[in-house]
């Protein structure tokens, strides 16, 4: 068999730096389709995946001008060929070819004169996608130094696409054939109107070196969303550094920070860099950032406007490159007005604002899809056979409010899957009972239905209710409700301390 030329090992070698990471995965897979037609001389390509569920291919990314996507059964069609036989196949001439699937060229207008198409094989050996090129340029055919070139390749991007979200996709709907195969954008699944408006402005923000400020309550998807903010752009090769201000003791931070100088104070015996300089040439995700102490403040916004600081007890300015990616679940406007946050760095690190939506806003569809994914996904990493999710149990997941957003949904659907045996029922979901008559707001006697009472309070005072609603739930439990709630045990007690409860060991 002839071999491949050298030249395939270049075909992902500009991607290197993105696969297996939050990477745009459409615009990852197009241009790497791109990069397949040139070096096969081929006038157009098409990535097929296999859907269990409907026993199809259909087109991920493919040069498909004339239709959004096209689908074929197993066994139908050259592609389909290809994913039942499990073989490269080769027609140099389509015209009387049964296994030619003409429709499509009539239901696109473009004409094959050619084509090849070899499977996509896992580290398995599993089939569960074809590579196909059509129209070799400025020859009759495809020749078999191209079948053994696109094989090649094949492995290559089959090794690429097993480090993506998407690739785990498949292995979801391998498991769950009953569910379609989801939409997925940098790990994060949902079709929502809110989180599509929201994916079109991470992609304008990303390439930038613009300060962004993600809004929304906790467990809504913030750091996901900022590491798609890193990756993106074209600070993708350097570190991501989180900061978690709610996790960390105000005295801490500022040396978290920005680090600081032998004897600085007791014990500094040696130099100690900050996240900034570990960071230097990449992100700092500054997580909570509402809860950064004021003369903290005032360091980071010169970070911002000068791109230098001191270390703690330094003198000697410390110039840094980074781009600055916040979050926060507070009304930080409110704090400005409050004199609690420095209005002059509240502009500066809101050039661009994302506000993420509650899960229980983005509608029943994608509580479904994230369900089935967590079904999944849990059962692989316990080295389970996955459950299946009961009707009655995802009404109940629909109804329920979700307070602690996709965290905990993904805490339920674990445990859920933990305790089952072979089916989620809906007394496996450990959810409080509360929740059946909060699901739907109350009518009045005199008016329309009444609005939730939380849409009516101060963000503070919705966050102590959840927090004293959650720890109802494990029973006063403070570890139980940290996990729930994803926040240190000591963060949960300064809160509580804050709310007047003293702090009791549990």
């Known amino acids: 068999m002839p071999h491949a030329p050298s030249d395939v090992s270049q075909v992902l070698l500009p991607f290197g730096g993105l696969v297996g990471r939050e990477v745009d995965l459409d615009a990852f897979l197009q241009t790497l389709m791109d990069r397949i037609a040139i070096t096969l001389q081929a006038d157009r390509g098409t990535l097929w995946l296999l859907d269990p569920a409907r026993r199809e291919l259909f087109s991920r990314a493919a040069h498909l001008p004339e239709v959004s996507q096209i689908r074929v059964k197993l066994g139908q069609g050259v592609a389909g060929t290809v994913a039942e036989a499990g073989h490269a196949i080769n027609v140099p001439d389509p015209r009387g070819e049964q296994r030619f699937f003409a429709d499509i060229d009539r239901m696109t207008g473009y004409r094959t004169t050619s084509l090849l198409a070899v499977p996509l094989r896992d580290t398995d050996g599993a089939l569960y996608g074809v590579l196909q090129v059509l129209n070799r340029r400025g020859a009759d055919r495809f020749t078999d130094d191209d079948t053994a070139r696109l094989t090649a390749i094949a492995s290559q991007v089959s090794t690429a696409l097993q480090s993506t979200s998407l690739y785990q996709e498949l292995q979801r709907a391998k498991d769950q054939p009953q569910v379609p195969v989801g939409y997925f954008f940098n790990r994060i699944i949902g079709e929502s109107p809110q989180l599509q408006a929201i994916y079109r402005l991470v992609r304008k923000a990303a390439p930038t070196d613009a300060t962004v400020l993600l809004r929304g309550e906790s467990g809504s998807g913030k750091e996901l969303f900022a590491r798609a903010v890193h990756v993106n752009g074209p600070r993708r090769d350097q570190p991501f550094i989180k900061v978690d201000c709610a996790a960390l003791p105000a005295t ?90 420095r209005e002059d760095l509240y502009y500066r690190i809101k050039v661009v604002e994302v506000v993420l939506p509650p899960l229980r806003e983005r509608g029943a569809e994608d509580i479904e899809r994230l369900a089935h994914h967590f079904v999944g996904a849990v059962a692989r990493r316990h080295r389970l056979s996955p459950p ?40 496996h979901l450990p959810l409080p009972n509360v929740d059946r008559a909060a699901a739907v707001p109350a009518a009045t006697h005199d008016g ?17 209710r959840h927090i004293l609603r959650v720890l109802e739930a494990v029973k006063g439990n403070r570890t139980a409700a940290s996990r729930v709630l994803e926040i240190g045990r000591n963060t949960l007690a300064r809160k509580l301390k804050e709310y007047g409860l003293a702090d009791e060991p549990s």
């Open 388 to 427: 299946r999710l009961s009707a009655a149990a995802l009404e109940r997941l629909k109804r329920y409010r979700w307070p602690g957003n996709v965290r905990e949904l993904e805490n339920c659907i674990e445990s859920a899957v933990v305790l089952c045996e072979g089916e989620i029922l809906e007394e």
């Open 252 to 341: 801490l931070i500022e040396n978290e920070l920005f680090g600081h100088e032998r004897g600085a104070f007791t014990g500094a015996d040696h130099r100690m860099p900050g996240k900034f300089e570990a960071a230097s040439g990449g992100t700092v995700f500054i997580d909570e950032i509402g809860e950064l102490p004021l003369p903290v403040q005032g360091k980071l916004l010169r970070v911002i406007q000068d791109r230098e600081f001191e270390r703690v007890g330094g003198t000697q300015a410390v110039k840094v490159d980074v781009r600055i990616v916040a979050a926060t679940h507070r009304d930080l406007a409110r704090m400005v007005a409050e004199g609690r946050f």
């Open 448 to 464: 329309p239905p009444a609005r939730a009472e939380a849409s009516l309070l101060p963000l503070a005072e919705v966050e102590r």
